[in-house]
């Protein structure tokens, strides 16, 4: 059974730099897509930054330049570097996963076959 555990959310002011990272387990497939969704209250969940088995990566625009996602396939996690932080960037941030690394990226995030349990990012102004 799949699992992702996120952790390191927390409260920051604006300019201010939060590490994400989301543990996985029992996904043991070859080809995949590891990332990040965000959600905010009232609005549609969107997606973030993404990661495939072979670390291409892709990100959405709202955020390049100042996230940077990576993962530790010894470790089983997948992390995501929060710099520059603003107060629009506040939202429950969730792990997914897909076992394929077609469509890796922000806008087919939704179509992902697991999702973690989120973490709460505030960025107060």
């Known amino acids: 059974q799949v699992h992702l555990v996120e952790s390191g959310g927390g409260s920051v002011q604006a300019g201010g730099s939060l590490r994400l990272s989301c543990a996985v387990s029992g996904f043991t497939y070859s080809t995949y897509c590891l990332g990040w969704s965000r959600q905010a209250p009232g609005q549609e969940r969107e997606g973030v930054a993404f990661?495939?088995?072979?670390?291409?990566?892709s990100y959405a625009d709202s955020i390049k330049g100042r996230f940077t996602i990576s993962k530790d396939n010894v470790n089983n996690t997948v992390s995501l570097q929060m710099n520059s932080l603003k107060p629009e960037d506040t939202a429950m941030y969730y792990c997914?996963?897909?076992?394929?690394?077609?469509?890796?990226?922000?806008?087919?995030?939704?179509?992902?076959?697991?999702w973690g349990q989120g973490t709460q990012v505030t960025v107060s102004s």
């Open positions: 990661i495939d088995s072979l670390g291409r990566t």
């Open positions: 997914a996963a897909n076992p394929s690394w077609t469509n890796c990226s922000p806008g087919y995030s939704r179509l992902f076959a697991y």
